[in-house]
């Protein structure tokens, strides 16, 4: 089951975001669920992840503070607020789940049900 990202779009430079994902139905099978962003010319990289139980949250550096991870478990759904958006955080958003924890949260080769993303475009 591919996992439907959404909400992305064109802001400015210091503006805000939210973006969310429609997580599987069913509730076993995975442990973590994800952000990660791909500008062109540019390899997948991580932005954030968080347990299914929602008790631990990881992020990259570079969107420490500013970005926010959050779930709804009952709605099945995954969100990440953005703020002090610049031109760095341009990029394809895509969501995904994982089974793996610790250090390979960060490593986007450990999930799957990689849906089609959506486009943030930061303008200066």
């Known amino acids: 089951v591919q996992l439907q990202a959404s909400g992305g779009g064109l802001v400015q430079a210091g503006g805000s975001l939210r973006l969310s994902c429609a997580a599987p139905?069913?509730?076993?099978?995975?442990?973590?669920m994800g952000w990660f962003r791909q500008a062109p010319g540019k390899e997948r990289a991580f932005v954030a992840a968080?347990?299914?139980?929602?008790?631990?949250?990881y992020y990259a550096d570079s969107v420490q503070g500013r970005f926010t991870i959050s779930r709804d478990t009952a709605k099945n759904m995954l969100y990440l607020q953005m703020s002090s958006l610049n031109s760095e955080d341009t990029a394809m958003y895509y969501c995904?789940?994982?089974?793996?924890?610790?250090?390979?949260?960060?490593?986007?080769?450990?999930?799957?049900?990689w849906g089609q993303g959506t486009q943030v475009t930061v303008s200066s």
């Open positions: 968080i347990r299914r139980s929602g008790g631990y949250k």
């Open positions: 139905g069913r509730t076993d099978g995975f442990s973590a």
């Open positions: 995904a789940v994982t089974n793996v924890v610790l250090s390979g949260i960060r490593d986007w080769t450990n999930y799957k049900n």
